[in-house]
């Protein structure tokens, strides 16, 4: 699969939306993450890869609240959000995330999925909710979807239908945990291709996925981790090309045959 | 066998109040039965401390006990330590009693079928504890049960039969008393099967059409 | 001066009494709930049958004690059957036959269910790796099939011990009964009794069924949770 490399210079800034400082993760007896330290400026790409079980998705799923950490520090704009009086619904709806499974609701139609958070949890007008959903909708080319339900749909379909719902929510970053690891070969294009499109946007993102072209395409940063500790931060082509560690080229000797 | 239809269609009368007393019975049997169900549930989903005792030891109480007893125990028993209640209300007492525990596991269980990947993707979206029970998680944990409902609606509306024991003028102990003075007792079996089959077999087919109704509305199938 | 309710259950040989009336009770349940499995586990090995006609008249069968009320189902057997075939059964005998023939229904719907859920392909598998038919019952199917049904068939059993409780109604002197004769006996001097004594039936029913849904449970999630 070839990929258009996206412009790098144009997008980022210097602002530093994300700051993550010496965490530590435990479940249990077993430690899941240690010593994580990574900060992700506004328009920054941060590709997570690494070997099942090295901790990349619970370092994502720490990063909006659905994991605790027992050590460390979460910043998001410059303020600590691991402490217990954080107001985690009031911070999701700025740090929007998409799960392996979709998780669409199966109950509501797609339209309905995708409008419940804006109007319910951020109190907007309902037209204007629908405005946004209906042009987001289009965008991913399912605007004539709008009233089925998650059922009659595709896999691929549903990933781009939970995408949208996440970005309704007008988030300032997009975690992707894996999206395309539950997709038929054939529905993973449509799905990166969002994530692509996104990523022209300026849309600040942290994406853990196996999708090794697309990481190097889309990445501004590749992080590595491996055994829950970060291995190697590095530019894509600099990753992909000549790594600086050696489990990191174990890693990547994997997906050559 | 000859049946005395005569005698059959004299005594319609009375065999109609008595299944509409059965069916009232029936109803607000049901009807409490799933209000406590439903708060039970809630209580034991949230792990609610002390409640959540409470209730399932209430749980385990009515469900390892037959009913006759309960029934027993409330209007001979209870009546002796002052608190008088009459045969209806002792009926659906115990009903409700019984029935509330049913209907409890009923909703639980549903609740519980409620995924925990479906809860945080209510919560990555930014819904309150609140807002995901309501939107999320009842709407989903209510068509799992809608079958074990259903099986609980039948299963009171036939324990009804018993409570004639403790003097409510119903199907049983009509036919018991048409049998004693008249001994007509296959006109009497014969319109006491009847009334069952005319009250539960509908309720059947129905709660089936509902829930295949429901399934479909879930996965499509 | 009136004894404290409670020992009405003490004195004389009341309790002695309530145990006997026991007895009847775990007679008829026991009984029942033998000759039940083994009607129902016939049955439901004749109701996997791929005959629409067989297989519809078990489901009848089966659908006649669901709808039913047991409660009218000793009425029938009682006053009916026995009035039908001018002879004389006791209130013992009817409901055993009332119990096995809603424990065999049941019992068989429960067989039937276990014996068409086992996986397909593990008796293919099973046949690929040459094991015989006899093998293939002894080793993958029994065990798998008994395990479906175990949980289920405790339950039944439970509540068929409960539904005894019935019998009292149509005459029988299980322990029902003898507590209310020990209610009546005991009427003047110790007014409370009835409280006393119904409720020691209902620890008493407890007693027995609660370890039974346990275990029932137990075996539910050991096995297929």
């Given at each position: 699969?070839?990929?258009?490399?996206?412009?790098?210079?144009?997008?980022?800034?210097d602002?530093?939306?994300?700051?993550?400082?010496?965490?530590?993760?435990?479940?249990?007896?077993?430690?899941?993450?240690?010593?994580?330290?990574?900060?992700?400026?506004?328009?920054e790409i941060?590709?997570?890869?690494?070997?099942?079980?090295?901790?990349?998705?619970?370092?994502?799923?720490c990063l909006?609240?659905?994991?605790?950490?027992?050590?460390g520090?979460?910043?998001?704009h410059?303020k600590?959000?691991?402490?217990?009086?954080?107001?985690w619904?009031?911070?999701?709806q700025?740090?929007?995330m998409?799960?392996?499974?979709?998780?669409l609701?199966p109950?509501?139609t797609?339209?309905e999925?995708?409008?419940?958070?804006?109007?319910?949890?951020q109190?907007?007008?309902?037209?204007?909710v629908?405005?946004?959903?209906?042009?987001?909708l289009?965008?991913?080319?399912?605007?004539?979807?709008?009233?089925?339900?998650?059922?009659q749909?595709?896999g691929?379909?549903?990933?781009?239908?939970?995408?949208?719902?996440?970005l309704?929510?007008?988030p300032?970053i997009?975690l992707?945990?894996?999206?395309?690891?539950?997709?038929?070969?054939?529905?993973?294009?449509?799905?990166?291709?969002?994530?692509?499109?996104?990523a022209?946007?300026?849309?600040?993102?942290?994406i853990?996925?196996?999708?090794?072209?697309f990481?190097?395409a889309?990445a501004?940063?590749?992080?590595?981790?491996d055994?829950?500790?970060?291995?190697?931060?590095?530019?894509?082509?600099?990753?992909?090309?000549?790594?600086?560690?050696?489990?990191?080229?174990?890693?990547?000797?994997i997906f050559?045959? | 066998?000859?049946?005395?239809?005569?005698?059959?269609i004299?005594?319609?009368?009375?065999?109609?109040?008595?299944?509409?007393?059965?069916l009232?019975?029936?109803?607000?049997?049901?009807?409490?039965?799933s209000?406590?169900?439903?708060?039970?549930?809630i209580?034991?989903?949230?792990?609610?401390?002390?409640?959540?005792?409470?209730?399932?030891v209430?749980?385990?109480?009515?469900?390892?006990t037959?009913?006759?007893?309960q029934l027993?125990?409330?209007y001979?028993?209870?009546?002796?330590?002052?608190?008088?209640?009459?045969e209806t209300?002792?009926?659906?007492?115990?009903?409700?009693?019984?029935?509330?525990?049913?209907m409890?596991?009923?909703?639980?269980?549903?609740l519980?079928?409620?995924?925990?990947?479906?809860?945080?993707?209510?919560?990555?979206?930014?819904?309150?504890?609140?807002?995901?029970?309501r939107y999320v998680?009842l709407?989903?944990?209510?068509?799992?049960?809608v079958p074990?409902?259903?099986a609980?609606?039948?299963?009171?509306?036939?324990?009804?039969?018993?409570?004639g024991a403790i003097?409510?003028?119903?199907?049983?102990?009509?036919?018991?008393?048409?049998?004693?003075?008249?001994y007509?007792?296959f006109?009497?079996?014969?319109?006491l099967v009847?009334?069952?089959?005319?009250?539960?077999?509908?309720?059947s087919?129905?709660?089936?059409?509902?829930?295949?109704k429901?399934?479909y509305a879930?996965f499509?199938? | 001066?009136?004894?404290?309710?409670i020992?009405?259950?003490?004195k004389?040989?009341?309790?002695?009494r309530?145990?006997?009336?026991?007895?009847?009770?775990?007679?008829?349940?026991?009984?029942?709930i033998?000759?039940?499995?083994l009607?129902?586990?016939v049955?439901?090995?004749?109701?996997?049958?791929?005959?629409?006609?067989?297989?519809?008249?078990?489901?009848?069968?089966?659908?006649?004690f669901?709808?039913?009320?047991?409660?009218?189902?000793?009425?029938?057997?009682?006053?009916?059957?026995?009035?039908?075939?001018?002879?004389?059964l006791?209130?013992?005998?009817?409901?055993?036959?009332?119990?096995?023939?809603?424990?065999?229904?049941e019992?068989?719907?429960?067989?039937?269910?276990?014996?068409?859920?086992?996986?397909?392909?593990?008796?293919?598998?099973?046949?690929?790796?040459g094991f015989?038919?006899w093998?293939?019952?002894?080793?993958i199917?029994?065990p798998?099939a008994v395990?479906r049904?175990?949980?289920?068939?405790?339950?039944?059993?439970?509540r068929?011990?409960?539904?005894?409780s019935?019998?009292v109604?149509?005459g029988?002197?299980?322990v029902?009964?003898?507590?209310?004769?020990?209610?009546?006996?005991?009427r003047?001097?110790?007014p409370?009794?009835?409280?006393?004594?119904?409720?020691?039936?209902?620890?008493?029913?407890?007693?027995i069924?609660?370890?039974l849904?346990?275990?029932?449970r137990?075996?539910?999630?050991?096995?297929?949770?």
């Amino acid at each position: 699969m070839e990929w258009l490399g996206v412009s790098i210079v144009d997008r980022k800034t210097d602002e530093v939306l994300l700051e993550i400082k010496g965490l530590y993760k435990k479940y249990d007896e077993t430690t899941v993450l240690e010593d994580i330290n990574l900060s992700i400026k506004k328009g920054e790409i941060v590709v997570v890869l690494g070997p099942s079980g090295c901790g990349k998705s619970t370092l994502l799923r720490c990063l909006n609240g659905l994991e605790k950490i027992q050590k460390g520090d979460i910043r998001f704009h410059n303020k600590s959000i691991v402490n217990n009086d954080v107001n985690w619904q009031e911070i999701r709806q700025r740090i929007g995330m998409v799960f392996q499974n979709y998780e669409l609701f199966p109950h509501m139609t797609v339209i309905e999925n995708i409008i419940l958070g804006p109007i319910k949890v951020q109190k907007r007008k309902k037209s204007e909710v629908m405005e946004q959903a209906r042009q987001l909708l289009d965008r991913v080319g399912l605007l004539d979807r709008q009233n089925s339900y998650p059922r009659q749909l595709s896999g691929g379909q549903k990933q781009r239908i939970a995408i949208v719902r996440a970005l309704c929510m007008n988030p300032e970053i997009m975690l992707f945990d894996e999206v395309t690891a539950s997709l038929d070969p054939e529905m993973v294009r449509e799905v990166l291709d969002v994530i692509l499109g996104l990523a022209k946007q300026g849309m600040t993102m942290v994406i853990v996925t196996h999708e090794m072209s697309f990481a190097r395409a889309v990445a501004d940063k590749i992080v590595f981790i491996d055994k829950g500790r970060i291995c190697e931060i590095s530019e894509p082509q600099e990753f992909f090309e000549k790594p600086k560690t050696g489990r990191a080229q174990q890693f990547l000797n994997i997906f050559q045959y | 066998m000859n049946l005395n239809w005569q005698f059959i269609i004299d005594s319609l009368p009375l065999y109609l109040k008595a299944a509409w007393t059965t069916l009232k019975l029936g109803f607000w049997g049901i009807l409490i039965s799933s209000i406590i169900g439903f708060v039970c549930s809630i209580v034991l989903y949230f792990k609610v401390k002390v409640l959540k005792t409470v209730i399932q030891v209430y749980i385990e109480l009515s469900r390892n006990t037959p009913l006759l007893i309960q029934l027993f125990f409330l209007y001979f028993g209870l009546t002796k330590l002052g608190v008088a209640l009459s045969e209806t209300a002792c009926a659906i007492i115990g009903l409700s009693f019984l029935g509330g525990s049913y209907m409890a596991e009923a909703f639980r269980s549903g609740l519980e079928a409620v995924s925990k990947t479906q809860i945080e993707s209510g919560l990555s979206i930014g819904l309150s504890k609140t807002q995901l029970v309501r939107y999320v998680v009842l709407p989903q944990a209510f068509s799992v049960s809608v079958p074990s409902i259903g099986a609980n609606c039948i299963f009171l509306l036939k324990e009804t039969s018993i409570v004639g024991a403790i003097a409510v003028v119903d199907l049983m102990n009509v036919t018991k008393d048409l049998i004693g003075i008249y001994y007509q007792t296959f006109e009497a079996l014969f319109m006491l099967v009847v009334s069952y089959l005319i009250m539960i077999l509908p309720l059947s087919l129905l709660l089936t059409w509902l829930e295949r109704k429901v399934r479909y509305a879930e996965f499509g199938n | 001066m009136q004894s404290l309710g409670i020992s009405v259950l003490f004195k004389g040989m009341n309790m002695q009494r309530l145990f006997q009336g026991l007895m009847v009770t775990v007679r008829i349940a026991f009984i029942s709930i033998i000759f039940g499995s083994l009607l129902g586990i016939v049955l439901g090995v004749i109701w996997t049958s791929k005959s629409k006609w067989i297989r519809s008249a078990c489901r009848l069968y089966l659908e006649l004690f669901r709808i039913i009320p047991i409660l009218v189902w000793l009425f029938i057997m009682y006053f009916g059957v026995t009035t039908a075939l001018n002879i004389d059964l006791s209130g013992e005998t009817v409901s055993v036959i009332v119990f096995t023939l809603w424990g065999a229904a049941e019992m068989g719907d429960i067989v039937r269910g276990a014996l068409e859920s086992l996986p397909k392909h593990q008796i293919e598998s099973g046949k690929a790796l040459g094991f015989s038919f006899w093998d293939l019952y002894r080793y993958i199917l029994i065990p798998q099939a008994v395990r479906r049904m175990l949980p289920v068939s405790i339950n039944l059993a439970t509540r068929m011990i409960k539904t005894t409780s019935l019998v009292v109604l149509i005459g029988v002197i299980d322990v029902t009964k003898v507590g209310q004769q020990i209610i009546e006996l005991s009427r003047l001097e110790v007014p409370t009794a009835s409280f006393w004594v119904y409720g020691f039936v209902f620890i008493l029913y407890f007693i027995i069924c609660y370890p039974l849904s346990r275990l029932s449970r137990v075996l539910e999630n050991k096995w297929n949770g």
